[in-house]
């Protein structure tokens, strides 16, 4: 299948400080990529869908100003927690999916997930 | 709107034995259906998905399920497990539209826990 890379895999913050995650397609064209956030034992949250080029389109509930999503190319879209706080510590995860072939559904393909710790 | 019900949080199943992790769905139009695993600290690995045709749909990792449109269900079964496939399974339901914009609504997830 084809591979969605996230980085970092980990990292720690200082309360109030602003932190990126980048999600690349690595072999494919992502034209729609989503963001998810995962509470322990929870399902996967969705929080916003991005298409390239276009301003993001947030879940309701998901203030776009802390969390900034940006889709600037095919294979990279980027989610930057501002002003992070320890309650948004959270495993994040990306997902892309390939843009519409002949309207034949196309599968999503997931990242490594990204564990956000604010301290 | 879609939702997904996993019924069972966490199921534990001793190594080769059988396994059923049930995922009921609700929609009021037509859905593609999938089952992805999640290990520790990683992101989520399309087990299989039920697009179309054959209602029974045969993935990786010698795992099968089973699309029930009158029972709404979509429920994951192997023949003997291993250690190795202990992980949080989730089912997934999307709208069967021809688009690449739609959204995969999941369950709760089911934690299987397999022992020796």
């Known amino acids: 299948g084809a591979v969605v890379s996230q980085h970092p895999s980990r990292v720690i913050c200082k309360s109030g400080t602003s932190v990126k995650i980048e999600c690349r397609s690595l072999?494919?064209?992502?034209?729609?990529m989503f963001w998810y956030r995962q509470f322990p034992k929870k399902s996967l949250m969705l929080m916003a869908t991005?298409?390239?080029?276009?301003?993001?389109?947030?879940e309701q509930g998901v203030e776009k100003d802390k969390f900034l999503i940006n889709h600037a190319s095919l294979t990279l879209s980027t989610l930057t927690v501002t002003s992070a706080h320890p309650e948004d510590s959270s495993f994040y995860i990306c997902?892309?999916?390939?843009?519409?072939?002949?309207?034949?559904?196309?599968?999503?393909?997931f990242g490594q997930g990204t564990r956000l710790t604010v301290v | 709107a879609q939702s997904v019900t996993q019924l069972d949080s966490q199921v534990p199943v001793f190594e080769e034995a059988p396994v059923e992790l049930r995922c009921n769905y609700s929609s009021s139009v037509s859905v593609y259906l999938f089952w992805y695993v999640q290990y520790p600290n990683q992101g989520l690995q399309l087990l299989l998905k039920?697009?179309?045709?054959?209602?029974l749909v045969k993935g990786i990792n010698g795992f099968e399920a089973e699309f029930n449109k009158s029972q709404t269900s979509f429920h994951l079964r192997k023949p003997s497990v291993h250690i190795s496939d202990t992980a949080e399974y989730f089912c997934a339901v999307t709208p069967a539209l021809n688009s690449g914009y739609s959204t995969l609504t999941f369950g709760k997830g089911t934690m299987l826990l397999v022992s020796p």
């Open positions: 039920y697009l179309s045709g054959s209602t």
């Open positions: 072999d494919f064209q992502a034209t729609t």
């Open positions: 991005s298409n390239e080029g276009s301003k993001a389109t947030y």
């Open positions: 997902s892309a999916r390939r843009g519409l072939r002949g309207g034949v559904y196309t599968e999503a393909f």
